[in-house]
């Protein structure tokens, strides 16, 4: 047995890159037979499993290779200032028992990761399954290195807390942790893969998340740039012409988080009598037709485009993606791509599209799927 063949088709289906036959054989360069021979290998073995077969294009069509179904599953949570998303990821990079609860972010990380693991535990009961490791998303920049929360806007008590660390009180499994914007950029390509069976098409692309706050990434040949430091794609403080001298949690003012995230917007409605008691309530009061919200997000929109205009000018990406809460509102939406078209060059928005994240709010854990699905084959491949 060639067990470094092995784990490269194995890694290849677990990864999504390769979930035939043929596109195993594209990839790793290895004769179709030979490709035939390590994947009824581990078919005979347990650790992989066909599928239904892709759609056709002209020719056969050919079975869906997926990782084979264990009990093993990473925990993935997108940490909010007021609430947490979490699921199960197994070995595919595929999330299912999504579920929610609310949290105080600026409770800091002890009650906040106890919490989550305690949740995590029940969630495997009730599923049927077992923890083996753990995705986490911040609001916030993270050190990718070691996992350390760096300075902060919106977490207090949370900086210069190295998360892996911290964790290890309640266990000892491993952590993946890592920003919620770039891992949510990272999830979007995920979640194309994922749900076509196919390479993700996005190219080069700009990724916002446009919830309490904002943040952003920048993809490039399929990988997230993260700056020299780690800190890149921090689009929510950059100062923008309408944010005028309206103070900023980071302690400047005009920042673009002072207008155009679901909390600035909840608060100038609040000023002109409109008191949403979430940002779940904006949402759903937008959907419902009133002129008053649908406007001020728009106007949101708009302030988001023009602090995205110079990064799309100098970048001039295949796309940029619009995720996070407000992007459940068309409006919000239109908005941005109407700034792009207005202040960039013509030339550079006729190859951009300016599209809505397909994987929704979902995003952050399907690219903590797909992280965690290292650690998760690791263990499988070796059993």
């Known amino acids: 047995m060639n067990r470094s063949s092995d784990d490269d088709v194995l890694g290849l289906v677990a990864s999504r890159q390769a979930t035939t036959r043929a596109a195993l054989a594209r ?29 056709s294009t002209g020719g056969r069509p050919g079975s869906i290779l997926l990782p084979a179904n264990s009990r093993e599953r990473a925990l993935v949570v997108e940490l909010g200032a007021h609430r ?10 595929r999330v299912s ?14 009650t906040i990761l106890r919490t989550l693991v305690e949740r995590g535990e029940e969630l495997a009961e009730r599923s049927g399954t077992e923890i083996s490791g753990y995705g986490i998303a911040l609001p916030g920049p993270v050190d990718p290195q070691t996992g350390t929360v760096v300075g902060p806007s919106r977490m207090p008590g949370w900086n210069g807390c190295t998360v ?36 993700s098409a996005l190219g080069d692309y700009i990724y916002v998340k446009a ?91 708009v302030n988001l485009g023009i602090a995205l205009s110079h990064t799309v000018s100098f970048l001039a990406p295949d796309a940029v993606i619009i995720g996070g809460t407000l992007s459940a509102v068309d409006a919000f939406v239109g908005g941005v791509r109407q700034s792009l078209h207005e202040r960039c060059l013509q030339s550079v928005m006729e190859h951009t599209a300016v599209e809505k994240s397909l994987a929704g709010t979902d995003s952050a854990l399907w690219g903590l799927a797909e992280a965690t699905s290292v650690f998760l084959n690791a263990r499988g491949a070796h059993a």
Do not use: K
Not at 37 to 46: A, E, K, Q, T
Not at 260 to 286: M, V
């Open 27 to 55: 990839q790793t360069g290895l004769a179709p037979s030979t490709i035939t021979g390590i994947v009824n290998r581990l078919l005979l073995n347990g650790l992989l499993e066909e599928g239904g077969d892709t759609a």
């Open 84 to 93: 947490a998303r979490f699921g199960l990821a197994d070995r595919g990079g």
């Open 97 to 110: 028992h999504v579920n929610r609860f609310d949290i105080d972010i600026a409770e800091g990380p002890t």
């Open 164 to 199: 892996p660390e911290a964790m290890r009180e309640w266990s000892e499994l491993p952590v993946v942790v890592e920003n919620d914007a770039r891992i949510g950029a990272s999830g979007e390509s995920a979640y194309r893969r994922a749900t076509s069976g196919a390479p």
């Open 211 to 301: 919830g309490s706050g904002i943040g952003g990434a920048f993809v490039e040949n399929g990988a997230p740039r993260r700056g020299a430091h780690g800190l890149a794609g921090d689009v929510t403080h950059v100062p923008v012409p309408a944010g005028g001298d309206r103070p900023c949690q980071c302690g400047n003012t005009g920042c673009l988080d002072t207008i155009a995230s679901a909390e600035s917007i909840r608060r100038e409605l609040r000023a002109q009598g409109l008191a949403l008691p979430s940002n779940d309530a904006l949402i759903e009061t937008a959907l419902d037709g009133s002129a008053q919200v649908v406007t001020m997000i728009r106007s949101a929109g």
